[in-house]
């Protein structure tokens, strides 16, 4: 039986989701989470076979809860499912260990696909998405500069960026991540330093601009 924890924030895609699932044989869904960090929390405790991850989510994005997830649970798998098909999108969620990318106006026939090579232990990349230019991608050190910035950062830098991108201060912040709020701002500026960024604002745009959090989903 695969053991399926689902990471989606909208719930009626949730709910389709939980349907397809259980007419999935083997497949057994043991819990929901609607924003990054409750999955990663979940995925900690729960320890399933397999994740099915929305990139787009609050306070962490899938991709670095995707990171989380694979540094404290590395047999668990994570299957990406998102509406995104952009490489940058692809290529930063196969960095953070996912096993598979698909979008989400897959037939549903690819999802149950996808599952069973992810948990045979191959990648699964959704055939809109080019497996020779991803490979390539993942080869070419020019694309790594074209990150580099961002892959400077922790995962709890990114964290906190993307709360910043969010529109957090950085009060809520430290509520949100328990922490003291002067640890907050000793994390926000290691960020300035590393990005070599002197503002609020130019965080924001930096975070916008490398796709941190995909604010606005495509037409």
């Not at 649970?73 to 096993?99: C, N």
Request: one cysteine or more; aromatic letters at 2%; glycine letters at 6%.
């Amino acid at each position: 039986m695969v053991r399926t924890l689902i990471a989606e924030d909208h719930k009626l895609v949730l709910a389709g989701f939980r349907s397809l699932l259980s007419a999935i044989d083997g497949v057994q869904v043991v819990g929901e989470a609607d924003n990054g960090r409750d999955v990663v929390r979940l995925a900690k405790s729960m320890r399933p076979d397999l994740v099915l991850m929305d990139i787009r989510m609050r306070e962490l994005n899938g991709i670095d809860a995707t990171a989380v997830i694979k540094a404290e649970s590395p047999q668990t798998h994570v299957l990406i499912v998102s509406m995104y098909s952009d490489e940058g999108f692809v290529l930063r969620a196969l960095r953070a260990g996912a096993s598979g990318y698909l979008v989400k106006d897959c037939a549903p026939p690819e999802l149950e696909m996808a599952i069973a090579a992810v948990m045979r232990g191959e990648i699964y990349l959704t055939p809109r998405v080019s497996r020779q230019v991803v490979a390539e991608l993942v080869r070419d050190p020019r694309h790594a500069t074209a990150t580099q910035g961002l892959q400077s950062l922790t995962v709890r830098h990114r964290e906190i960026l993307q709360l910043i991108v969010e529109g957090k201060g950085t009060k809520q912040i430290a509520q949100a991540l328990g922490v003291s709020v002067k640890t907050v701002e000793t994390h926000r500026a290691a960020i300035m330093q590393r990005l070599d960024l002197h503002s609020v604002a130019e965080l924001v745009l930096f975070g916008i601009r490398n796709k941190l959090v995909p604010l606005d989903p495509p037409e």
